[in-house]
């Protein structure tokens, strides 16, 4: 038995089973080190594999902070499109990055059958960049970084005010901004910064505004290199 971990009880609000899933304890927690796009390295556990909850039951599964977000119409459609393929398994123990994939991947699936807030899924698409990056599968990482890129553009642009949503303003500009430098697209990214440093609010937000700024500097001049060598971005 793993000390750092604990059982916490859950509720479907599909089928109503109740099982257990597994949590890292808050004082075990230990930070290493964070990326600029807020991927974070822990020593030991990663808390944040287990922030899907997945019942074994019906298949349903989501991020903990909307785990119970559903509505009647929407349980009948995990049941209709999830639950009727779903061979039956435990996903609530222990896992490593690449039970973590799978479990994310469930919960990425369910919520495109709801139709779910597209930062919900962008959120979901940036963390399997994340466990990619741990796995030094830069492929699949840049698919799921593009992924989010155009959950997030979605959200900004189309999003109907900040009202149930998990990313806000500043965030969404910021990541979006990031995720497109680091996929080469710095010209994108550039545009993205500015308007997170031009955001009203950003005084407030003094970290993502230091960073915002200094990540714009990072993309304008690769930018510039790029058009002072004759090339194209990615």
């Avoid at 927690?29 to 990663?46: M, P, S």
């Avoid at 209709?80 to 991947?105: C, P």
């Avoid at 599968?137 to 109907?160: P, Q, S, W």
């Amino acid at each position: 038995m793993n000390p750092v971990l604990y059982d916490k009880k859950v509720t479907c609000p599909v089928c109503n089973l109740t099982f257990h899933t597994k949590k890292v304890r808050t004082s075990t927690i230990r930070i290493k080190k964070r990326d600029t796009d807020f991927c974070i390295y822990y020593e030991g556990e990663n808390p944040l594999f287990y922030e899907v909850f997945a019942c074994p039951n019906c298949g349903y599964a989501a991020l903990e902070k909307v785990f119970d977000d559903i509505t009647p119409s929407q349980k009948q459609l995990i049941q209709s499109k999830i639950s009727k393929q779903w061979v039956q398994r435990d996903l609530g123990q222990a896992r490593t990055v690449q039970e973590a994939i799978e479990v994310y991947k469930l919960a990425l699936l369910c919520s495109e059958v709801l139709n779910q807030k597209k930062d919900r899924l962008g959120l979901i698409c940036l963390r399997l960049a994340w466990w990619y990056r741990y796995l030094e599968d830069k492929e699949n990482e840049k698919i799921f970084l593009k992924h989010a890129v155009n959950c997030f553009e979605d959200a900004f642009r189309f999003g109907a005010g900040t009202n149930g949503r998990l990313v806000d303003d500043i965030m969404l500009l910021y990541l979006l901004g990031e995720l497109n430098r680091r996929l080469g697209r710095y010209e994108e990214a550039v545009a993205w910064f500015n308007r997170t440093i031009s955001q009203p609010g950003i005084q407030t937000r003094k970290k993502i505004e230091e960073q915002a700024r200094e990540q714009w500097r990072l993309a304008k001049e690769a930018y510039r290199k790029i058009k002072e060598d004759g090339g194209e971005e990615k």
